[in-house]
């Protein structure tokens, strides 16, 4: 009994004092997440020519997700869950429903790590590789497997993933999408030797592998079942000089987005960038032959891409800057842009008091040049090679052309401006699919001004014009916007398209928002008109249809 009683008491301290160090082991976690609602309500607008809700009969659209991280040391948990119900006009339809459609674990150490579940990785610039997020597209291609990178030593990273890409809210099927492979491995010159660590030159390489697999079930072509990719990379710098370059190659890969040819597909990237104090210039240079690369060759929409392939054009933010944004032709372009930036002195004659800043930049982007493949067959017939393509070689067919020279300028402690001119040629048959339609020729003028009428409270002011004799004509915009730093914001917009041809479409397109934020906390409420368009970031768009009526955003992070 005494010894019975000795190892229920030691059991006892024993279980006593574990508990008390898991207890402080528990403190020692962490839980963080961050969530957004976004809600929409329509109603009838008829001069827009909306005389009924426009989502299936319904007059409510509602965007929302919530994300929770847990850790603990080394570990990591977290889950995401989405509703859209429905969605908000311009998504796709097939994200109504809501779930948890991303779960995941993951374990990291100095020289380990490993995740299971869903994960988002990149390879390089992206162009065999890369899964990511973004809310304002409706846009997830994240994998649901597993990843490792392994850290051997200082410089060197190695990556493996394995797993199937998210596609709205279908359940993995071997016919509905294929199975994603890859390898990456980075080597850091400077970080890995020793004699290189005080070095003036920088120097890093890399190379990634990826395969697809999916079954053939074609009645038609007889189809790689297994579509490998390979690129190589490498990052040098010099001083004020840095060049980087990326270039891909892909098996041959049959799919709706090429017609169903039978040529490899080729990538190439390179940039190279000057900076000094009060200058700057860059210059970058893509082709893209054939590159569409999708874990399911059946899908033509914004979804189940394996690789990404950015717009080497200028990000335009303004109004009516943005009106004709530049998506990534996947089939085939050839592009180049050139930026120089610089920093008139401060007390110089054209500087002033506070000095100034130009910006120069160009951008155009153009077809490839395609040939027949023989003398037998035309371009582009599917179920053959396609065509052949000379690599340096620009078509005279110009798909997007960009010049903005930008001023900025600051007057007094209180009063500063930015003001740009943009130049812009969009072929809108090709890139938006408007066939027969001219291309279309604009001068944009822009005027951004914002005083200060204290430490916290400024008025900002936007001044817009488009000018065009195609399309829908000249517009303007107005923009006013009133912050009171750090919580509040209030503004009033219009865009007014006065040089419609169609003079029942001479319309405003105006709004009014406000807005608060506390800490890690934001609304915003905005009543207007939304005119029919398309939304891009980096080369990825979605098309907005016309509508009117409220659109709140509530967002927060703890």
Same mark, same amino acid.
Request: aromatic share 16%.
């Given at each position: 009994?005494?010894?019975?009683?000795?190892?229920?008491?030691?059991?006892?301290?024993?279980? $006593?004092?574990?508990?008390?160090?898991?207890?402080?082991?528990?403190?020692?976690?962490?839980?963080?997440?961050?969530?957004?609602?976004?809600?929409?309500?329509?109603?009838?607008?008829?001069?827009?020519?909306?005389?009924?809700?426009?989502?299936?009969?319904?007059?409510?659209?509602?965007?929302?997700?919530?994300?929770?991280?847990?850790?603990?040391?080394?570990?990591?948990?977290?889950?995401?869950?989405?509703?859209?119900?429905?969605?908000?006009?311009?998504?796709?339809?097939?994200?109504?429903?809501?779930?948890?459609?991303?779960?995941?674990?993951?374990?990291?150490?100095?020289?380990?790590?490993?995740?299971?579940?869903?994960?988002?990785?990149?390879?390089?610039?992206?162009?065999?590789?890369?899964?990511?997020?973004?809310?304002?597209?409706?846009?997830?291609?994240?994998?649901?497997?597993?990843?490792?990178?392994?850290?051997?030593?200082?410089?060197?990273?190695?990556?493996?993933?394995?797993?199937?890409?998210?596609?709205?809210?279908?359940?993995?099927?071997?016919?509905?999408?294929?199975?994603?492979?890859?390898?990456?491995?980075?080597?850091?010159?400077?970080?890995?030797?020793?004699?290189?660590?005080?070095?003036?030159?920088?120097?890093?390489?890399?190379?990634?592998?990826?395969?697809?697999?999916?079954?053939?079930?074609?009645?038609?072509?007889?189809?790689?079942?297994?579509?490998?990719?390979?690129?190589?990379?490498?990052?040098?710098?010099?001083?004020?000089?840095?060049?980087?370059?990326?270039?891909?190659?892909?098996?041959?890969?049959?799919?709706?987005?090429?017609?169903?040819?039978?040529?490899?597909?080729?990538?190439?990237?390179?940039?190279?960038?000057?900076?000094?104090?009060?200058?700057?210039?860059?210059?970058?240079?893509?082709?893209?032959?054939?590159?569409?690369?999708?874990?399911?060759?059946?899908?033509?929409?914004?979804?189940?891409?394996?690789?990404?392939?950015?717009?080497?054009?200028?990000?335009?933010?303004?109004?009516?800057?943005?009106?004709?944004?530049?998506?990534?032709?996947?089939?085939?372009?050839?592009?180049?842009?050139?930026?120089?930036?610089?920093?008139?002195?401060?007390?110089?004659?054209?500087?002033?008091?506070?000095?100034?800043?130009?910006?120069?930049?160009?951008?155009?982007?153009?077809?490839?040049?395609?040939?027949?493949?023989?003398? $037998?067959?035309?371009?582009?017939?599917?179920?053959?090679?396609?065509?052949?393509?000379?690599?340096?070689?620009?078509?005279?067919?110009?798909?997007?052309?960009?010049?903005?020279?930008?001023?900025?300028?600051?007057?007094?402690?209180?009063?500063?401006?930015?003001?740009?001119?943009?130049?812009?040629?969009?072929?809108?048959?090709?890139?938006?699919?408007?066939?027969?339609?001219?291309?279309?020729?604009?001068?944009?003028?822009?005027?951004?001004?914002?005083?200060?009428?204290?430490?916290?409270?400024?008025?900002?002011?936007?001044?817009?014009?488009?000018? $065009?004799?195609?399309?829908?004509?000249?517009?303007?915009?107005?923009?006013?916007?009133?912050?009171?730093?750090?919580?509040?914001?209030?503004?009033?917009?219009?865009?007014?398209?006065?040089?419609?041809?169609?003079?029942?479409?001479?319309?405003?397109?105006?709004?009014?928002?406000?807005?608060?934020?506390?800490?890690?906390?934001?609304?915003?409420? $905005?009543?207007?008109?939304?005119?029919?368009?398309?939304?891009?970031?980096?080369?990825?768009?979605?098309?907005?249809?016309?509508?009117?009526?409220?659109?709140?955003?509530?967002?927060?992070?703890?």
């Amino acid at each position: 009994m005494r010894k019975l009683l000795f190892i229920v008491s030691a059991l006892l301290v024993f279980s $006593t004092a574990s508990y008390g160090q898991f207890a402080d082991y528990l403190k020692k976690s962490e839980v963080h997440g961050s969530f957004e609602v976004d809600g929409m309500y329509y109603h009838a607008d008829e001069a827009m020519g909306i005389t009924d809700s426009i989502i299936d009969g319904r007059n409510f659209g509602f965007n929302g997700f919530a994300s929770v991280t847990y850790s603990l040391g080394k570990f990591s948990a977290g889950m995401r869950y989405e509703a859209y119900l429905p969605p908000i006009a311009g998504f796709d339809p097939k994200l109504e429903g809501s779930g948890f459609p991303n779960l995941w674990a993951s374990y990291n150490s100095e020289k380990l790590s490993f995740t299971v579940g869903n994960f988002y990785e990149q390879f390089g610039n992206g162009l065999i590789m890369r899964t990511y997020e973004e809310w304002t597209l409706g846009y997830d291609n994240s994998i649901n497997g597993a990843r490792v990178v392994i850290t051997p030593v200082k410089g060197l990273i190695l990556k493996g993933v394995y797993g199937t890409q998210r596609y709205f809210w279908s359940k993995y099927e071997k016919n509905n999408r294929g199975i994603v492979k890859g390898a990456d491995i980075e080597l850091n010159f400077n970080d890995a030797f020793q004699s290189m660590e005080s070095s003036k030159l920088r120097l890093s390489l890399g190379a990634s592998a990826v395969s697809k697999y999916q079954v053939d079930e074609d009645p038609i072509y007889k189809l790689p079942r297994n579509v490998a990719s390979f690129a190589g990379r490498m990052n040098m710098g010099l001083g004020r000089v840095n060049f980087s370059t990326e270039y891909a190659y892909k098996i041959n890969d049959p799919s709706a987005m090429n017609e169903y040819i039978y040529k490899p597909g080729q990538a190439l990237i390179a940039s190279i960038s000057y900076s000094t104090r009060g200058f700057g210039a860059f210059a970058m240079f893509k082709r893209i032959d054939n590159m569409s690369y999708k874990s399911d060759r059946t899908v033509t929409s914004n979804a189940l891409d394996i690789s990404y392939l950015p717009a080497i054009t200028e990000a335009h933010t303004y109004m009516l800057a943005a009106m004709y944004p530049y998506a990534t032709q996947l089939n085939g372009e050839i592009g180049y842009q050139l930026q120089i930036n610089y920093k008139v002195p401060k007390k110089s004659k054209l500087g002033g008091k506070y000095g100034m800043g130009i910006s120069v930049n160009y951008s155009q982007v153009n077809d490839i040049v395609r040939t027949a493949p023989s003398d $037998t067959t035309e371009i582009g017939v599917p179920g053959t090679l396609g065509y052949e393509s000379d690599f340096f070689k620009f078509s005279d067919h110009v798909f997007y052309r960009d010049l903005n020279i930008e001023i900025d300028k600051k007057f007094s402690k209180k009063f500063k401006g930015t003001f740009t001119y943009i130049y812009q040629d969009f072929d809108i048959a090709t890139i938006q699919g408007h066939t027969g339609e001219p291309m279309i020729t604009s001068h944009i003028g822009i005027a951004d001004i914002t005083y200060k009428f204290t430490s916290k409270k400024a008025l900002r002011a936007e001044i817009q014009g488009l000018f $065009t004799d195609q399309d829908k004509g000249d517009w303007a915009a107005i923009l006013l916007e009133y912050t009171i730093s750090p919580h509040w914001f209030f503004s009033v917009a219009d865009q007014y398209n006065y040089g419609n041809p169609i003079q029942s479409d001479q319309l405003h397109f105006y709004t009014g928002s406000f807005g608060y934020t506390h800490k890690t906390s934001r609304i915003s409420v $905005t009543y207007g008109r939304q005119r029919e368009g398309v939304v891009c970031v980096g080369g990825v768009c979605r098309n907005v249809p016309a509508s009117s009526g409220f659109y709140v955003t509530l967002s927060s992070s703890f």
